[in-house]
């Protein structure tokens, strides 16, 4: 029954584990938020390139 418990170095590597997993995930998350914000502006670049280029001179 002893080998079916977890000692306490058992439950730190595991929460350490578990530690490093959410700080991935939110680290995944905030890159794709400053992606994501990066396109937006690349577009309202584009956008308003187009409308001054197409403004009669």
Known sequence: M????LNH???QTI???EDRA?????D????DC???LGCLLA???LLVLGLIAGLPQ
């Open 2 to 5: 002893n080998a079916h418990r």
């Open 9 to 11: 170095h058992d439950i």
């Open 15 to 17: 929460r350490a584990f």
């Open 22 to 26: 959410k700080k991935k995930a939110c």
């Open 28 to 31: 995944n998350l905030r890159v």
């Open 34 to 36: 400053i992606t994501l």
């Open 43 to 45: 577009l309202l670049a």
